[in-house]
Each structure stands twice: as C-alpha cells, then as structure tokens.
C-alpha cells in the first residue's frame, strides 16, 4: 500500500555560499575520477543532524481515578507508568551562521520538550525554537554558536524540470548522507488536504530522518528543504519533495517577526477555471482562480471584485488555479495592501487589495434537505438531477430564492458536472433565479453547456452542465 512519509526527507548533495565555477562536476587529474567532492566538502558543514526529545506522559489505569486505591497507594496506582522520553531524529539546514538560524520540517520538532543540533565537525547545541508553521511544515530554530557556514538561496524561479540537484540529510539517524538526483517535477501539490503546497519533486534518494535537510542545484545554491517521500515500503523510492525555498523564506520573515505565521484572506471563494466553465461562463481565459462569491464588506467586495471575475495575478506573480491564489495570498501579512489583477468580461483590471484577518468559524447549518417529512412542492428533472422549490422550512442560509436538488441520477450530465443532493441552485449563467419556474424558463431552450451558481452548504461555486 501507498503511503505518505513525513520523516524523510531529501539525501543527497547539500550546498554552502560558494561560487558558481566551483560547484560544477569535475575531474580530479590527481585520481583521474568525475567528482562533485568539492562541492560536498564546502556544502555539508551547513547541514545539521537534529535530536529531539519529548517526554510522554503514561496513560491512566481505570484504578488512578479511584479514591480507595489512591491510599492504598500514595505513590500511584502499581499498574500506572511513570512518564517516559521520545526520542527522534531529524536534518536541518544553516541559512543564518551569523546569527545561528537554521531551517527544518514543522514535523521534526514538533512536540519537542529539547531540540539538540549536532555540526558537521561534531559540536552540539541547544536549539531554541523561534517558530513553527504546520500548514506549510516549516520550522525556524536558532543556536549561539561561532564558526557556522550558511547555504545561499537560489532564486526559486530559476529551478526548472531537468536540473541537477544535491541533497544531505541524517537518514536513519547515521550521520550526514549525500546522494544525487534531478528535479522531477515542479508545483507538486496533494499530499495533505488543508496544507500550502508547491512542492520541488525530486528523484534524489530519501529516507526516514532526512526532513528538513538541504536540497541544492548544482551552483551550490539552497532550492529547498526536504519534507516527505511516497513509498510502498516506507524507505526511498525516487518520489521526494521539499518545500521550495522562497515558501521557506515567507514563512521565515514573519516567524522571525511575530514567532508564527500571521495569514488572512481577502474574502472570496474560489475554484479553478475548467475548459466547460470557461465555455459556460464564455470567459477569455483558461487559467487563473475562478471567484465564485464574494464575502459582503470583506477586503474582496471593497476593492470591486465581483463572483465571476477570474483573478489571473497577485503582486504580479501569475495565478494559473485556486491554489497559487490561496497560497500568494496565505503568506502576506496582514494588514498590508496587494496588487490583484482578474478578467471580466474580456478586460484585465489590476486594483489594491488589503489582507485581513479571518474570522473565527462559526457553526453553520446544513441546507441539506431530508426525504422523510418533506413537503410535497413541485418538481422536474434537469440533466438528470431532479429539482424542486426550496421548502419554507427548509430555510437554508441565503434565503430560499433558487431550487432544490432533490435527487442526482448516477451517471446523468448533472453528475458528472459534480451537482450533488442538497445542493441549491441560485443562479443560470450569472442571473439569479427565483423559483422552479424561473429555473425552467432560463434553460429550457439552451442545449448547449450551462453554468449554474450553486450554493454547496455556506460556500458557493460554479457547475457547469453539458447539455447533450
């Protein structure tokens, strides 16, 4: 079976601030072999092996809560365990060695009561942790030592499919390991549902130990730190990711400035552009984030942004899809104003958007409806899903102007555009509608493919429906 592994990270070739000239594959006359041995020699140092202990607490018998046992035994119950210490290990990079900062995985230090770095040359610190970001797996610890080397960041934009990279890490706990491989893939995303995700994949090879090691490109330059592996045996496979270095950076400046990542939203929901939506909602574009709603009075509404606008850059950074809006705009502080360009209706727009905070979440009500007990109102069958009125009981969030989807058959073009059960149907083609009726008139002479405005519990999006 597949699995996904947090604990290994990259080991391969790491890198310091050296020159470029220098940290090309070579020939050593003297031995007559290909070598990227000096490279190693002036990259390794900047890569630490990290040891973290957290203590466990032992677990209660049904005897600890009980008055009668407790004097019978002061101590505590004989079947009670005493605390015990976790111990694990990790990798961990120096990008600071002026003020000791060093950049590893979120997971790696994750719970720890003592964070110990060991050098390459054999010295050991105690690790203070500056800060932690899990959404993004990224950790900034610091250590008060003299003599570091520090990794230059390459420039992320740079980094292209093809490339050679080197990779150092601890895995297994062994010592420092060096091994090579080529960028696989860029913009890996998926490993986890709620996580910011851009991944470098690479081939180079990991193993369990090697997070938050070094990935480097041959310059000797830090592209990444290395996160996770995909193996069916837990051990490497050639599947690697590391977290891209200008990510790592983001995260860096604010845990340096507020010891956590500060993020916000500009308040708009958003889904990616599809050859059928871009179709049905006739849109110039193919790539970019989709708004699909708009939230009233949020940074999104005051800067005129409307549900249909298709966002296509953000601080002049391009969005091809939802996930690159939603991580551009995860790593702005708050408070402080961007630049959002989007299309509508065949025209670009570029205005000023602020970041705000989000909201704490509020518990929200289902607008699912049920089949026992519900009121006989009338009805009909769109593509396959059959809808009806919204009852006056039902009262859903957003009122009770548009349809009901009652029931989608298997198989049918509404299931196959993705409308499910309790869905509720506001518009057709960017035109709110009332009722069944109103439904039924917008579409009944349309045969081609129709977007519908659909509300999904509180969130609202786009479906569009092919009508043959």
Do not use: C, W
Not at 119 to 144: M, N, P, Q, W, Y
């Amino acid at each position: 079976m597949k699995s996904i592994l947090l604990g290994g990270a990259l080991s391969a070739l790491a890198l310091a601030v050296i020159p470029a000239a220098s940290a090309q594959v070579t020939m050593d006359k003297s031995r007559g072999v290909v070598t990227i041995a000096p490279t190693v020699e002036k990259t390794v140092p900047a890569v630490v092996s990290i040891r973290v202990t957290s203590r466990k607490s032992g677990y209660q018998t049904p005897l600890s809560n009980n008055p009668f046992f407790r004097d019978m035994f002061p101590e505590g119950a004989p079947s009670q365990p005493r605390a015990r210490e976790a111990v694990s290990a990790g990798s961990g990079v120096i990008i600071d060695a002026r003020k000791g900062h060093i950049l590893t995985n979120h997971h790696v230090i994750a719970g720890a009561d003592e964070v110990v770095i060991t050098l390459d040359d054999g010295r050991k610190f105690d690790a203070e942790v500056v800060g932690s970001d899990e959404k993004t797996d990224i950790a900034l610890l610091k250590i008060d030592a003299s003599r570091l080397t520090e990794l230059k960041f390459a420039d992320s934009e740079d980094v292209k499919v093809g490339d050679y990279v080197i990779a150092i890490g601890n895995p297994f706990g062994v010592g420092l390991t060096v091994t090579t491989g080529i960028v696989s893939a860029l913009d890996r995303f998926g490993l986890s549902a709620d996580k910011y995700e851009n991944f470098i994949q690479t081939d180079a090879s990991i193993n369990p130990g090697n997070s938050g090691g070094a990935l480097v490109n041959s310059k000797g330059e830090l592209i990444g730190i290395n996160t996770a592996i995909i193996s069916r045996s837990g051990t490497s496979a050639g599947v690697g990711f590391a977290v891209p270095v200008d990510m790592a950076e983001k995260v860096m400046d604010q845990l340096l400035e507020y010891g956590e990542v500060r993020r916000g939203r500009i308040g708009v929901s958003i889904q990616n552009v599809t050859p059928e939506l871009a179709e049905a909602l006739d849109l110039d574009v193919t790539k970019g984030a989709l708004i699909s709603e708009v939230t009233e009075g949020s940074p999104a509404d005051l800067a005129g942004l409307q549900s249909g606008d298709v966002v296509t850059a953000f601080n002049r950074d391009p969005v091809e899809s939802s996930r690159d809006l939603r991580n551009a705009v995860g790593f702005v502080p708050l408070g402080k104003t961007s630049k959002i360009t989007f299309e509508r209706d065949g025209r670009s727009k570029t205005v000023s958007i602020d970041i705000e905070a989000i909201p704490k979440s509020s518990s929200t009500s289902s607008s699912r409806s049920k089949d026992d007990g519900e009121e006989d109102t009338s009805s009909d069958t769109f593509r396959g899903a059959v809808l009806m009125d919204i009852p006056d009981r039902l009262n859903p969030s957003g009122g009770n102007e548009g349809v009901l989807v009652q029931r989608v058959e298997p198989g049918s073009a509404a299931a196959e555009a993705g409308l499910r059960r309790g869905d509720i149907i506001r518009g057709v083609k960017r035109k709110a509608i009332s009722n069944l009726d109103d439904f039924t008139d917008k579409t009944q002479f349309d045969d081609d493919v129709i977007a519908l405005t659909v509300q999904r519990g509180r969130q609202q999006i786009f479906v569009a429906v092919d009508g043959t």
